[in-house]
């Protein structure tokens, strides 16, 4: 048996491509796809920022929020907000991203330590009631992704038979 | 307001690649996914084929089911069904492919007379009930193809309300 | 040391996309760049034929002539000259294409056994001389192929040092 | 009648992958590649720097060098030396890659108005005497560039009959 579990709140630095700052609780109704980057990961780069682009535009109207992450844990000063905002401007990318929040100690900046990402690219699905159902970290085929989403899209939102009820959120910031 | 019509029968000369000949009407029950091509068409070796396969492949031991038509409306002598047979080996196709029956005159096979099918490679897309969903000539981007063949494995099965009642199964094989 | 071999003659049944039938011989002075290829087979389908098509377009007006050598081995009935001629015509090949004979036992065609083609796709490379540099089974990378197939057309022409003298041209078609 | 020029010297503030910082001058006897690029430049990351890579790693050995130029025209400050040297990281680039000197008024660095380029990606190509023989914006074909390259590299070396006398190595960098 899985126990589903929420999808942990965002901890983030800011946001770009968007004048409202979207939380997981906002979104709560609509499928949500998180694609955690860097902007010099080739796979991102190649792979999985097209894809998003693609998934983007084909699920616009529907209740469906594709989202970037931008979870740098290496090379940080190479991929400031300056150089990411010319490369979403390049690579003509519409849709929010978040920057993920740099840890107090250490690389690994406090989303990716919350979701406990492997490194990027990973693909968070999050289905309308909240719960993460997919994380996955690498490379994913697009009918298949066509397929996970759809399907999110036209479940029944039912209480989850599975879900924990007392995970709430998950993951806190860091204090300062 | 579309009438949907339940999708005709393959008028079919030959079967490869399975040794009990499918009909639509022994699919029903399961989405039935149609790429009509010819071996020689560029673009249905290229996009249409792969695409198939990869299809095949994702939805396995799901209630849907891919077959290949092979519709041949020019150069009938190079695409016989050795040259298919040869064909289907070498490309590795391991679904269904149904012959479409010649036509008793001019070039056009009967099946792609009844559908109309305005050239290869030409995508059907049947719902669990037997009703033609999708007919499209050309080429289908893979997000939405998942997620349309997604969509109906998951439909709930009533009767449709605009299905037509008088329709049957539409075209009959030419008389010999 | 390397000794340099003449290339044999092409052991033909018949030729597409040309009304004269070139010989090696006759091409002498020219750099001759040969596809030999099966018109299912995918590496051919898929690498060598386009690249062919790249380097007739690229060295148009230059003493060099890329030809297609059609050596079946297998799938015999696959391939007749019928399927290839609508095969080179979807394809879109405009340099000439030998159909190599076939033998008169076995299933090997006489050139392919001349040159002991170890499959397909192999190319051929053979010098304004007409002396064979370069006979390769898989494909070759775009860059390498221009270098060489250059540096062959800037050739000085003085005798080979280290060519034979008393090989002459090789095979010759079996009796029937 | 086309009157040739020495290719200007390049205009530099550092360079990367090299502990001696060619010049053009140093450089003579070989040929000579300049990829001229910036790192969020889609173009350049598909397609030219990939081709530098290939082109690099064949042509080892022999009297050709290929360099990297990074000609920021545009979002100075998402593209500094601290993101280059990590995309050239990521990027696995191993060859030298200089970067333009900035101009003193204005976007424009100084290498790129010495040459007028119109953009990025640009390719130059520089014989072994030193004369700039093909400067082309935007992107060029694998099989033409082996060729040219090695057509360059293959020729003899008298004095060109119309090269400039007088032209000298053309710009020189800005007073500070």
């Known amino acids: 048996m899985v126990r589903l579990r929420l999808a942990p709140e965002l901890i983030t630095e800011s946001w770009l ?4 700052e979207p939380s997981l609780s906002s979104l709560q109704g609509s499928v949500v796809i998180i694609y955690a980057f860097q902007m010099l990961c080739r796979g991102c780069v190649e792979h999985s920022i097209p ?6 535009q084909l699920f616009t109207g529907k209740p469906a929020q594709v989202l970037g992450l931008h979870s740098v ?3 940080h000063a ?3 907000n300056v150089s ?3 490369f979403l401007h ?3 990318v519409k849709f929010p991203v978040a920057v993920d929040r740099p840890a107090v100690q250490g690389s690994i900046p406090q989303t990716m330590q919350c979701y406990q990402l492997q490194g990027t690219p990973t693909l968070l699905l999050i289905d309308r009631q909240g719960y993460l159902r997919r994380q996955s970290f690498g490379l994913l085929d697009d009918i298949q992704l066509g397929a996970e989403v759809m399907s999110l899209l036209l479940e029944d ?3 989850h038979p599975f879900a ?5 959120r998950g993951c806190k910031p860091a204090a300062d």
């Open 84 to 86: 990411l905002t010319a």
């Open 157 to 159: 939102q039912p209480e």
């Open 17 to 20: 491509n968007t004048d409202t």
């Open 51 to 56: 894809q998003a682009k693609r998934l983007h």
């Open 164 to 168: 924990a009820t007392d995970s709430g």
């Open 90 to 92: 390049e690579y003509e």
């Open 73 to 75: 844990f290496e090379h």
């Open 78 to 80: 190479a991929m400031s």
